[in-house]
């Protein structure tokens, strides 16, 4: 193990920030993880770098979880149960899966980040949350460097969270998520009306996992930045849900606002919508920004800093709630 001094974090975070690491290591194996964690117990955890905003240089050691490799650990005529390492990037499993005909999962394509994240968001876009497909995360116990497994229910899965990001934030590593696909009878999920459309465009009634998959690579880069071009990490705030009295209040000032039912006394609010609705996309402002084509990300033209992207995404909340009286809720770990 080899651990290096004052990296830059740029390259390891989706929104291209720059900050320091000032002791920084990669380890790309369960075992070699464990030895660490006798020595080492104030880590801070990086993986694809997808879902966090940093804020300021890393004092405590900073660990790159690249733990790679996919098993198949039994199947049958119609199942097969797959058991996919942490440090696997999510958008590349997912094609990998579409290529070999296993589906549920190719809803969630090109959705930045690893595999070993994926729980801890309950990632999900177009109608499907990964949620649906684990079985199990197995994940170092960080005091004691034992490896522990969550069966889905002990995950606690709730719209974009988990136990992960509540009671056991911080004291569990994952190194492993395992998923149940289908390989024949797939249950495909294309009434999203995006989906649909997108479908429809290419003239497909019977779709594909491939299909699919193709429709919602197309839709996301239609309308999210790469990356790679430009720093961000997709979705900055949630959908909100709020009360049905509350929307039917909205509704009579805004009749043309979006929504979702979610229950009989709950309905949700696209974020986007209500972000656009003041103002703020396509705003820039000097080298950070909110999107122009998706008011819901928030980006890094170059050189901008993690604070000034926090502190644009305050305003946006403290704007949304003086016009709405909705409180946003970040999607996005802060790091300050």
């Known amino acids: 193990m080899k651990i290096l001094e004052n990296i830059s974090l740029k390259q390891y975070n989706t929104f291209g920030i720059s900050v320091n690491a000032k002791r920084f290591i990669s380890v790309d194996s369960v075992y070699e993880l464990q030895q660490l964690l006798k020595i080492e117990k104030d880590i801070f955890l990086i993986s694809g770098g997808s879902n966090m905003l940093l804020t300021k240089d890393i004092e405590n050691l900073v ?43 190719e809803n969630l394509s090109l959705i930045p980040g690893n595999v070993g994240t994926c729980p801890i968001q309950n990632i999900g876009a177009y109608g499907v949350e990964v949620k649906d497909t684990i079985t199990k995360v197995e994940a170092l116990e960080i005091e004691t460097g034992k490896l522990v497994q969550f069966s889905n229910t002990e995950c606690n899965f709730g719209y974009r969270n988990s136990i992960f990001k509540n009671e056991k934030k911080g004291k569990y590593i994952i190194t492993s998520v395992s998923f149940l696909l289908t390989k024949i009878t797939h249950n495909l999920n294309s009434s999203y009306g995006a989906i649909e459309a997108e479908l429809a465009s290419k003239s497909i ?132």
Request: charged content about 25%; overall charge neutral; glycine content about 8%.
């Open 63 to 105: 660990v790159h979880i690249d733990i790679k490799g996919i098993s198949i650990d039994r199947e049958n005529h119609n199942d097969i149960y797959l058991t996919v390492n942490a440090g696997e990037n999510w958008h590349d499993f997912v094609l990998w899966c579409v290529s070999e005909n296993y589906g549920g999962i």
């Open 205 to 336: 009634t019977n779709p594909s996992l491939k299909n699919i998959s193709d429709a919602v690579i197309a839709i996301r880069e239609s309308k999210l930045p790469d990356p790679k071009k430009i720093g961000n990490s997709g979705s900055f705030f949630k959908n909100p849900v709020i009360e049905k009295s509350q929307f039917l209040k909205l509704q009579n000032k805004y009749p043309k606002i979006p929504s979702y039912v979610v229950s009989n006394t709950e309905i949700k609010v696209p974020a986007g919508w209500l972000i656009e609705q003041a103002g703020f996309k396509g705003k820039r402002f000097g080298d950070f920004g909110v999107h122009e084509k998706q008011a819901l990300v928030l980006v890094n033209y170059g050189n901008a800093s993690g604070i000034e992207i926090y502190e644009l995404a305050k305003k946006i909340k403290e704007t949304i709630f003086i016009k709405f009286g909705i409180s946003l809720e970040i999607e996005v770990n802060i790091i300050t």
